[in-house]
């Protein structure tokens, strides 16, 4: 039964993982652009400083514009990890690679949005279980495009630390 010892979700399991479109956006230092602002002159010079940096794999210059680090600076989500991320923002992408290739666009990006890290995968164990739970692969998965997303993939090894027995063997 969660919800009934602690406030704290994380208190009450062993392991969390918490993924999916988690909307944090790459952002100029000290700034917040509007999605209408990113049509305008600032927006669009920041979106091609970014598919610049892109281009060149640059991914920690990339992470350090990224919401969810600066929020994790922060305190928020303090005791969550995630996974050394050495791949292209997930969105916004042009729906297929059909689309980007007929549109002759100069990127699989979206020209009216900044690519961003927007899908993720993050992971925290309670005290005493960090050892148990061992991220093995933390990727994007470039061949399956449903969306204007890239998904990602996380694989991870759980150590359980005795048997655990059925219910059913119990009756």
């Given amino acids: ?30 700034e917040t652009l509007s999605s209408k602002e990113v049509k305008h002159e600032r927006g669009q010079a920041f979106r091609n400083h970014v598919v610049e940096l892109i281009d060149r794999s640059a991914w920690d210059e990339l992470l350090a514009l990224d919401q969810l680090q600066m929020v ?3 305190g928020a989500l303090y005791r969550f990890r995630e996974g050394s991320i050495q791949w292209a923002p997930t969105y916004k ?7 980007w290739r007929k549109k002759r666009y100069a ?9 961003s890290y927007t899908d993720r995968v993050l992971y925290c164990s309670a005290p005493g279980h960090a050892d148990r739970l061992v991220l093995l ?6 061949q399956l495009q449903t969306s204007d997303h890239a998904p990602v993939q996380a694989t991870f090894a759980i150590r359980v630390p005795r048997a655990i027995s059925s219910p059913q063997a119990e009756l």
């Fill in 1 to 30: 039964r969660l919800g009934g010892i602690s406030p704290d979700l994380q208190m009450e399991v062993h392991h969390l993982i918490l993924l999916g479109d988690l909307n944090f956006r790459l952002q100029p230092p000290c």
């Fill in 72 to 74: 994790r600076k922060r």
């Fill in 93 to 99: 992408l042009v729906d297929s690679e059909k689309k």
């Fill in 107 to 115: 990127d699989p990006y979206s020209e009216t949005h900044i690519p």
């Fill in 137 to 142: 692969s933390y990727k994007r998965i470039h």
